[in-house]
T-cell receptor, first 117, second 106 residues
């Protein structure tokens, strides 16, 4: 069991669909992250939210749209994805994101395994 | 550029000690982190070294030498459940190494 909860666990969608991934944490953390992970590869940072504001966007295509409705929730809206976007999408949180968040433990959710048909 | 180098795989037997090395080149270095990830699972934070020296947490220890841009994770009294991928990570924005797949044999 992890303290960061992601839903759904699995998602299959067509290239024309719109779907959303959800992430929730109740640890009082003020920084939240989205990562993309391909099989047998390390997680790659996509977005960083600090105090509910987008602070880092790692040149992610606009078909991925993050949203932070409040300090506990993080969404990733998906639209017109490509087959190469199939991956495990991980959400993480940390106390804050001083310097980008690399200087403190990040707590990861179990991820959403996304398949694009 | 930013990069972290670590061995791709390591094999050891139960009860043994294994060391996973990591060399790094990153901007905005704050310290070196280690994460464990079992197949199909979430990365789990293991340790963080901001200063030179050894940090010990139970069977796991982590070492950092900032002057050598080098660190390692030491796993003692290996157990089957330690079979997993281990990532070193660093940088202001967390950058992960490619991961070391550890296989623990009976």
């Amino acid at each position: 069991d992890t303290e960061v909860t992601q839903t759904p666990k699995h998602l299959v969608m067509g290239m024309t669909n719109k779907k959303s991934l959800k992430c929730e944490q109740h640890m009082g953390h003020r920084a939240m992250y989205w990562y993309k992970q391909k099989a047998k590869k390390p997680p790659e940072l996509m977005f960083v939210y600090s105090y509910e504001k987008l602070s880092i966007n790692e040149s992610v295509p606009s078909r991925f749209s993050p949203e932070c409705p409040n300090s506990s929730l993080l969404n990733l809206h998906l639209h017109a994805l490509q087959p190469e976007d199939s991956a495990l999408y991980l959400c993480a949180s940390s106390q804050d994101s001083t310097g980008g968040g690399g200087n403190q433990p990040q707590h990861f959710g179990d991820g959403t395994r996304l398949s694009i048909l | 550029g930013q990069s972290l180098e670590q061995p791709s795989e390591v094999t050891a037997v139960e009860g043994a000690i294994v060391q996973i090395n990591c060399t790094y080149q990153t901007s905005g270095f704050y310290g070196l982190s280690w994460y464990q990830q079992h197949d199909g699972g979430a990365p789990t934070f293991l340790s963080y070294n901001a200063l030179d020296g050894l940090e010990e947490t139970g069977r796991f220890s982590s070492f950092l030498s900032r002057s050598d841009s080098y660190g390692y994770l030491l796993l003692q009294e290996l157990q089957m459940k330690d079979s997993a991928s281990y990532f070193c990570a660093a940088g202001g924005k967390l950058i992960f190494g490619q991961g070391t797949e550890l296989s623990v044999k009976p």
